[in-house]
């Protein structure tokens, strides 16, 4: 077995890992205000003076598992006003499309042990554009695109280094670290680095004084001592002068405080840039140190910094460095070849390979204790309004874990529904992560009594679609093939147990009228919709949805099917499989027909599912809007095996009784036959009539399909926009290829049309398990109009071929997410790093959107990977 591989079984080298966050400053955590201005709480600019209560951030940084210890790289160009110790971006307000990093860092590599990473981080030699950028942002609208440090032009002339950071673990607690600075200019440009390791302040609140210490012990070497992990030692190779401070806030820069101010955590800053000599520790002693290399690079030349990071007192720490280092990343090598050796294209592999890492980088310490943050700390002023302001029902949660982040930067908190995408593509590089993350969030700590998943920390009680049980079956089943055909029940059964509490939440508190037919409000969907979904619609009412219903169909037939692979081991589980059966039919029963209408949430003349706007008299009114709310009933199928029937006879006599009585409800939903002797049965909300009319729309290039994927809104509403009148007031959806022009929800949110790949991937998944039951003898024209007809299966790997297109180089040498930047596809520094966007521009496939949110873009990795 390969050495990466053994290391996945073993909890210990998971210890340390990239677990510090790309921005802490600006969360929900670090807000302490009066008027709860979460992004101004705590700014970009206060940050390198702030002590953060609740984490840390860095670039390119590491820590321990309970982020004791972190460390991570500052840089300075002698030219920027500060160091470059976090990266930059515009807060949600200021940003023309809300938040965004304005940084260029890629994740290039990343074994799951973390035994072995690299980044790259592209520093400009001119004084980085701040106000430029803010500027710039601040004239501009919604209507225009956002400003980007590539628009600065400060990389044009090829004045900037290559910064690659590099880990290698020797062991579990001994990290070799090599930091790489590439001068890309033709001219010597000097450069300050300098490798930073501080403790995260949990001494300054009152709830535990205990301050770890680190101290200088010779040239180049500090010794490190924490109550909760013992003795370590950072060994830095080289020339060098060793800087201590404190991890404490800076009052006086911050508040205005008068008097003797301790030396704070921007003091090695303000040594380094501004030649402040009273703002370090002169005992070469604190909780912050530094090893300053002030360095001149040669055109064209780098130079490498060797440090190492080891529990164990070493007398030569680099006399086996190129060794270790050598092996893991052979080891690594050796990970991916196997992981990778149906993929036969060398750039779809370097791809994955990024996708890969990327996911892997995403890992953070994320620490929440909701009942301290409302309550406040015995050293600090208590927080004003939090006793009945945001999340302040949710006192039970208290996290402390390494979860998988959406993006460290942009949402460097984890979202509830973009975590099980995530675990898709982790259960092929490490199930026993995947699996951790689906459990973590059914724990008491997380959960909410009542049974509801938290959303994320701007509102935990918001609602993302519940996909944690198509996640769990989708892992359970990744794990088995590579289990050698053994499934891990007591994961699956341990997950089951609480989606039933979960499952109940749904059915209490989002059927509002009692009628199988569901709302849930914004469930993700960002602006997708004629209203804000997650909040009062104008006029009273409610919304009938056809996303929260067909979100609930699924997760009906995910748990059946769960329940059936359960029975199988413990017959008991047949009758929650009976249950799960009857209420999807219930369901399916009222999507097609409820009320007095016969249609239910189908409208037979658009031949396409839509909202129903409820009104406060009883009146009703379909939202004709074509949208991706009207693709997801296609997401609610399931195809039996009749050989798993044969294994759970109690099952099927319940089945042959509701076939014979209420066989009404089963025409409606699916193919079902008088007998349960066809050797596959196919549940579904829709027949093969009304799924062959969504995909005439789906298929339609002039709607839906895009030459990179399927857009969220048909492009129909571009020259057609749908508009309302509610109380005097107009309301309306226009398609928008890219950014929003509207904040309805979050600065830069948008569902009108670009393409996103958590629901391109489920609609690809969906159209697999109906060719499964139906095989070549349905078939559907792609695209539509062409003449050309293919089978399900065929088009789902058209589909996936228009995504993957995003990433790959086309024939006139440019990747289409890089857009109009000719340096990102022209440039050999530049044109095989690949970003990965929140979302993809529906006409060019442009990514938009946070750049790092390889979480649920990172499917593209599972797309790259053939099918068998």
């Not at 301290?372 to 402390?400: C, E, I, M, S, Y």
């Not at 147990?497 to 509002?512: E, G, I, S």
């Not at 009784?657 to 066809?678: G, M, N, P, Q, R």
Request: charged share 25%.
């Amino acid at each position: 077995m390969n050495e990466e591989k053994q290391r996945l079984n073993d909890p210990l080298w998971k210890k340390w890992g990239p677990y510090v966050s790309d921005r802490q400053w600006g969360t929900v955590r670090e807000d302490y205000s009066e008027d709860s201005n979460t992004w101004e709480a705590v700014s970009y600019d206060m940050a390198r003076s702030y002590a953060y209560r609740w984490g840390e951030d860095g670039i390119g940084g590491i820590s321990d598992d309970h982020q004791n210890l972190c460390f991570s790289l500052a840089l300075w160009n002698k030219k920027d006003p500060w160091l470059k110790e976090r990266l930059f971006g515009l807060t949600g307000p200021r940003g023309n499309h809300g938040e965004d990093v304005k940084e260029l860092y890629y994740y290039l590599d990343c074994s799951p042990s973390h035994s072995y990473m690299k980044m790259l981080y592209k520093y400009p030699q001119r004084a980085f554009p701040y106000d430029q950028l803010y500027q710039e942002n601040d004239k501009r609208s919604r209507e225009e695109p956002e400003y980007e440090l590539l628009d600065t032009g400060i990389f044009d002339k090829g004045d900037y280094f290559d910064v690659f950071i590099e880990y290698a673990k020797a062991d579990p607690t001994d990290i070799l670290i090599k930091i790489s600075i590439a001068n890309r200019h033709k001219e010597a440009a000097p450069i300050s680095v300098l490798p930073t390791i501080w403790f995260r302040n949990t001494w300054a609140w009152g709830r535990d004084d205990y301050k770890p210490t680190m101290e200088a012990e010779g040239a180049g070497y500090i010794k490190i001592h924490h109550q909760r992990i013992g003795h370590y030692y950072l060994y830095c190779n080289g020339n060098n002068e060793l800087l201590f401070c404190e991890n404490e806030t800076n009052t006086k820069r911050l508040y205005g405080k008068k008097g003797i101010q301790p030396v704070a955590k921007d003091g090695i800053n303000d040594y380094v840039v501004n030649r402040k000599r009273t703002v370090l520790n002169k005992s070469k002693s604190g909780t912050k140190a530094a090893a300053h290399y002030n360095l001149v690079v040669g055109a064209g030349e780098t130079v490498t910094l060797q440090l190492r990071l080891s529990k164990h007192a070493l007398d030569h720490p680099f006399h086996d460095y190129d060794a270790v280092f050598w092996r893991r990343i052979s080891e690594n090598d050796e990970y991916y070849a196997d992981k990778q050796r149906v993929v036969l294209s060398a750039e779809d592999r370097m791809i994955q390979r990024q996708a890969f890492a990327g996911m892997l980088w995403s890992k953070q310490f994320y620490y929440y204790d909701v009942d301290q943050w409302v309550n406040g700390d015995p050293k600090k002023p208590a927080p004003f309004h939090r006793t009945w302001g945001r999340n302040h029902d949710w006192t039970h949660l208290n996290n402390a874990d390494i979860i998988s982040m959406p993006d460290k930067w942009e949402y460097p908190w984890y979202a509830a529904w973009d975590l099980a995408f995530h675990c898709i593509p982790l259960a092929y590089l490490d199930p026993g992560f995947a699996k951790s993350q689906l459990l973590l969030l059914t724990k008491e700590w997380y959960m909410h009594p009542n049974g509801q998943f938290p959303a994320y920390e701007w509102n935990l009680g918001d609602v993302n679609p519940p996909v944690h049980a198509w996640a769990t079956w989708r892992v359970y089943e990744i794990d088995k093939v590579n289990n050698d055909g053994k499934g891990d029940i007591a994961f699956l059964e341990s997950v089951y147990h609480k989606l039933l509490l979960n499952f109940t939440w749904w059915v209490n508190r989002k059927d509002h009228d009692g009628n199988n037919i569901f709302q849930g409000g914004f469930l993700g969907l960002d602006n997708i919709g004629v209203f804000d979904r997650s909040a009062p619609l104008p006029g009273g009412g409610h919304l009938e949805q056809s996303d929260g219903t067909s979100w609930m169909a699924m997760y009906c037939l995910n748990l059946l099917r769960i329940s059936l692979e359960l029975a199988t081991h413990n017959h008991v589980y047949a009758d929650m499989a009976t249950k799960f059966f009857e209420h999807f039919v219930y369901i399916a029963k009222a999507v097609n027909s409820f009320g007095e209408r016969e249609s239910g949430l189908w409208d037979e003349k658009d031949q396409f599912f839509y909202d129903v706007l409820k009104k406060p008299d009883g009146s009703e009114q379909k939202l004709r809007v074509r949208s991706m709310v009207g693709l997801i009933p296609l997401f609610a199928v399931e195809v039996i095996d009749h050989s798993l029937f044969e294994q759970i006879p109690e099952f099927v006599q319940r089945l042959e009784w509701f076939l014979k009585h209420k066989s009404s409800y089963a025409t409606v939903i699916s193919e079902w036959s008088s007998t349960l002797k066809d050797s596959k049965h196919l549940l579904s909300l829709i027949r093969a009539e009304k799924l062959i009319a969504i995909l005439r729309r789906v298929l339609d290039e002039t709607e839906f399909l895009s030459d990179y994927g399927i857009r969220a809104l048909s492009k129909y509403h571009e020259e057609k926009p749908f508009e309302i009148e509610v109380e005097g007031n107009k309301f309306g959806v226009k398609y928008l290829p890219g950014e929003s022009d509207s904040s309805m929800f979050g600065g830069n949110s948008n569902w009108r049309g670009p393409i996103w790949f958590p629901l391109n991937y489920l609609l690809i998944e969906s159209l697999q398990r109906y060719h499964y039951y139906y095989g070549d003898a349905l078939k559907v024209e792609y695209p539509t109009g062409s003449g050309t007809f293919l089978t399900l299966d065929q088009v789902a790997d058209e589909l996936a071929a228009r995504l993957v297109r995003i990433f790959r180089m086309d024939k006139d040498g440019k990747r289409p997410l890089a857009g109009e930047f000719d340096l990102l596809n022209k440039d050999p520094y530049f044109k095989d790093y690949i970003l990965f966007f929140e979302y993809f521009n529906g006409d060019n496939g442009k990514g938009i959107g946070a750049s790092h949110q390889t979480g649920w873009t990172g499917l593209v990795a599972k797309l790259l990977h053939p099918r068998h």
